[in-house]
Each structure stands twice: as C-alpha cells, then as structure tokens.
C-alpha cells in the first residue's frame, strides 16, 4: 500500500521569504512519480510541480523547487520569493502501479502575512 | 495545459432525487478519469476510477449502487448521486488523465452539492 506523510497541518511565512512545505511517503513500486498539488480558496487544484521517482535531478518550476531524497522516501517543497497568492493547502500526492491511481497527502495550510 | 471542466459547479437538491455531475476533458482524450470527494478541510478521498469503455472500479466502502459513474467517451464521465440525502452533501471533484502523461491528473474545479 502506498501512503503519503504531510507532517504540518499549518505553515505560515511572511510574504518574500521562503519556506519549506515537508512530504515523506512509502511505495513498494520501484517506478513512480511525486507531485505538489495547489489548493486556492477557489478549491481548483493546481498542479505546482511533478518529480519522476527516476531522475536523481531535483524539479524546479520557477520559485517552486523540490528536495526529492529517494532513500529517505521524503519529497519537500520550497517555495521561495513567497507570494500572497501562494497562500493555499498545499497537497503533496504520489502515483505508481498499473491503475495510475494518485494517493494524497493530508494537506498543509499555508499561510502567506504581508 | 490540459483542461477538465465539471459542470454544475454547484446544485441544490431535494432528499431522494437523484443528480448528475459531468466531467470533460476539453482538450485531450481521457483514458481514465477518476471521481473524488473531498470534506471541508480534508483531502480528497477517492470514490471510483473509470476508463472509457468499461466499468468504473469502486474504491472499498464507496456504495455502487448510489454513485453510478459512466465513462461513455474519451471526453466525458458522468458520476450520478442517485437517492440523495443529506449526507451526501460534500465537493465533489474529477480528474482526468490522458496518454501523453504518466500518473499526472488535470483536475474539475469541482461541484458542491447540497442536499436539502
């Protein structure tokens, strides 16, 4: 069974600092893909950045940067420059296996103060 | 990017009438989309996974018979909340997932349902 660790409820940073948004997981699957999913009041989910479980190379998608640590089974994100409008539950979310299933995090809440 | 539309956005209905959400894939073919339900402040819990053609696959606890979930073409997936009650009561959101990509999915931007 796969499952998907997000280990704070709640973050808050102050806008134009960075902060650090912590994702462990376990899988049995030798092949496999992470992902940060974005979730605005709107509630539309926002693909934020996808990691293949193959390429050693940390994503980067513009202030969007992850620290994928295979052996340890972690995947954070850091988003730096903080925005106003990054303020949203951020969901971290892992796919393997044959049925292309996607399995989610509890979410973290994040707070962005002027 | 892909884009998935859901259609209503929101809808109110009487206890025991029955409701259907859509799901369109509007630029890409679909091979499976999936349905999830989400409660205030949760994450989203996988109710089904449909491919076109064929059957959905219900996840454990998730009553058939009440959310029917029809995948007639590669654009479309219908989910039906038949017998409503106010429990039912919840967002509801599909995703979609087409061949270009691997496990990633393009998600609705959702329906609130309310049972009165």
């Known amino acids: 069974a796969q499952t998907v660790t997000q280990s704070q409820p709640e973050m808050s940073v102050q806008e134009a600092e960075t902060v650090t948004l912590s994702c462990t997981y376990d899988t049995s699957e030798s092949d496999y893909y992470l992902f940060w999913y974005k979730q605005p009041p709107s509630r539309q989910m926002i693909l934020v950045i996808r990691?293949?479980?193959?390429?050693?190379q940390n994503a980067t998608e513009n202030r969007f940067s992850v620290n994928f640590q295979k052996a340890a089974k972690s995947f954070s994100l850091k988003i730096s420059d903080s925005q106003l409008g990054d303020a949203a539950m951020y969901f971290c979310a892992q796919g393997g296996g044959s049925n292309y299933k996607l399995t989610f995090g509890k979410g973290t809440l994040l707070t962005v103060n002027p | 990017g892909a884009v998935v539309s859901q259609h209503p956005s929101w809808v109110i209905c009487k206890s025991g009438t029955s409701v259907k959400i859509e799901c369109r894939s509007l630029d890409f073919q679909a091979t499976t989309m999936f349905w999830y339900r989400q409660f205030p402040k949760q994450s989203l819990m996988l109710m089904a996974t449909?491919?076109?053609?064929?059957?959905?696959?219900?996840e454990q606890g998730v009553e058939k018979d009440k959310f029917l979930i029809n995948h007639a073409s590669l654009t479309l997936s219908t989910l039906t909340v038949t017998s409503a009650h106010p429990e039912d009561s919840s967002f509801y959101i599909c995703?979609?997932?087409?061949?270009?990509?691997?496990?990633?999915?393009?998600f609705g931007p959702g329906t609130r349902l309310t049972v009165l």
């Open positions: 449909s491919n076109e053609g064929s059957k959905a696959t219900y």
């Open positions: 990691q293949e479980a193959y390429k050693q």
């Open positions: 995703s979609a997932r087409g061949t270009r990509w691997d496990y990633e999915q393009f």
